[in-house]
């Protein structure tokens, strides 16, 4: 069974920063694409950022400049460091990630159970 276990998340002010990871453990074969979306009360998730398997990066333009997604490949982890947080990137953060958990299975996109991120004075 696959599992993306997150952590971090929490409470800061306006201008602070957080970081939040996510560990895929299980059942794996291999993982293509890792990343992370946010949904805010009222609004659809929306990818946050991505990482391929082979190293590159897709950021939301909300949040270019200010947050930086790094991956651990042999630990199955990545790593989401966000600086400069606004009021406006409040919002649940979900893990996601396209695993194949056996050679010859299909890939699957699987899902975290979301951490909370609320940017408040």
């Known amino acids: 069974q696959v599992q993306l276990v997150e952590s971090g998340g929490g409470l800061v002010q306006p201008g602070g920063s957080l970081n939040v990871s996510c560990a895929a453990s299980?059942?794996?074969?291999?993982?293509?694409?890792m990343g992370w979306y946010r949904q805010a009360p009222g609004k659809q998730r929306e990818l946050v950022a991505s990482?391929?398997?082979?190293?590159?990066?897709n950021y939301a333009d909300s949040v270019k400049g200010r947050f930086t997604l790094s991956r651990d490949y042999a630990r199955n982890t990545v790593y989401l460091q966000m600086n400069s947080l606004k009021p406006e990137d409040t919002a649940v953060y979900y893990c996601?990630?396209?695993?194949?958990?056996?050679?010859?299975?299909?890939?699957?996109?699987?899902w975290g159970q979301g951490t909370q991120v609320t940017v408040s004075s």
């Open positions: 299980g059942s794996i074969f291999s993982v293509n694409v």
């Open positions: 990482i391929t398997g082979g190293g590159w990066t």
């Open positions: 996601n990630a396209d695993i194949k958990p056996r050679r010859y299975d299909p890939r699957t996109s699987y």
